[in-house]
T-cell receptor, first 116, second 110 residues
Framework: GAVVSQHPSRVICKSGTSVKIECRSLDFQATTMFWYRQFPKQSLMLMATSNEGSKATYEQGVEKDKFLINHASLTLSTLTVTSAHPEDSSFYIC????????????FGEGSWLTVV | KNEVEQSPQNLTAQEGEFITINCSYSVGISALHWLQQHPGGGIVSLFMLSSGKKKHGRLIATINIQEKHSSLHITASHPRDSAVYICAVFNSNTGNQFYFGTGTSLTVIP
């Protein structure tokens, strides 16, 4: 089946630094990718929709200057958490929609971010 | 009120039992996904449904569009089925909006 790879799977960073998480579709092209955040025992929350070659669309309450999204190619989207704070510690997961499909979606393995 | 409601929230079953997880939604959808999330965090899409019924191995998913309800069944449950099962509905006609249920945590005891 289709694979979406996220890297790194776990990362620890110091407060004030920035950290980049990559989301790659390994065997298909994805014009649209989605970034989610999940707190313990809670559901996924959509942060932003990433479209290749254009600016991401952020959900209400998500700071676009803090969570920078770049979708520079049809197989790669990146999420950069800038000036990280401990409250940014969370599980971040991406999903990708194969180009040309409407309802098909594949999820990455997720990335655990801990800010100390 | 959440757009997607799942029940039960937690479920413990003995190995071999037949399991049903329910999902009700209140929004228009173009597809419904059943997802499986293991303790490590990664999510696997089990089914994508827009009507009827699908079967894959011991897993069966059904959807009733008129009643806005879907069920996920696991036959002959096994400890490796222990995970969180999430119902997610998607409407590609309204801005790629995904609505997620809060999940059902399943534990299958040997």
């Amino acid at each position: 089946g289709a694979v979406v790879s996220q890297h790194p799977s776990r990362v620890i960073c110091k407060s004030g630094t920035s950290v980049k998480i990559e989301c790659r579709s390994l065997d298909f092209q994805a014009t649209t990718m989605f970034w989610y955040r999940q707190f313990p025992k809670q559901s996924l929350m959509l942060m932003a929709t990433s479209n290749e070659g254009s600016k991401a669309t952020y959900e209400q309450g998500v700071e676009k200057d803090k969570f920078l999204i770049n979708h520079a190619s049809l197989t790669l989207s990146t999420l950069t958490v800038t000036s990280a704070h401990p409250e940014d510690s969370s599980f971040y997961i991406c999903s990708a929609r194969p180009t040309g499909t409407r309802n098909t979606i594949y999820f990455g393995e997720g990335s655990w971010l801990t800010v100390v | 009120k959440n757009e997607v409601e799942q029940s039960p929230q937690n479920l413990t079953a003995q190995e071999g039992e037949f399991i049903t997880i329910n999902c009700s939604y209140s929004v228009g959808i173009s597809a419904l996904h059943w997802l499986q999330q293991h303790p490590g965090g990664g999510i696997v899409s089990l089914f994508m449904l827009s009507s009827g019924k699908k079967k894959h191995g011991r897993l069966i998913a059904t959807i009733n569009i008129q009643e806005k309800h879907s069920s996920l069944h696991i036959t002959a449950s096994h400890p490796r089925d222990s995970a969180v099962y999430i119902c997610a509905v998607f409407n590609s006609n309204t801005g790629n909006q995904f609505y997620f249920g809060t999940g059902t945590s399943l534990t299958v005891i040997p």
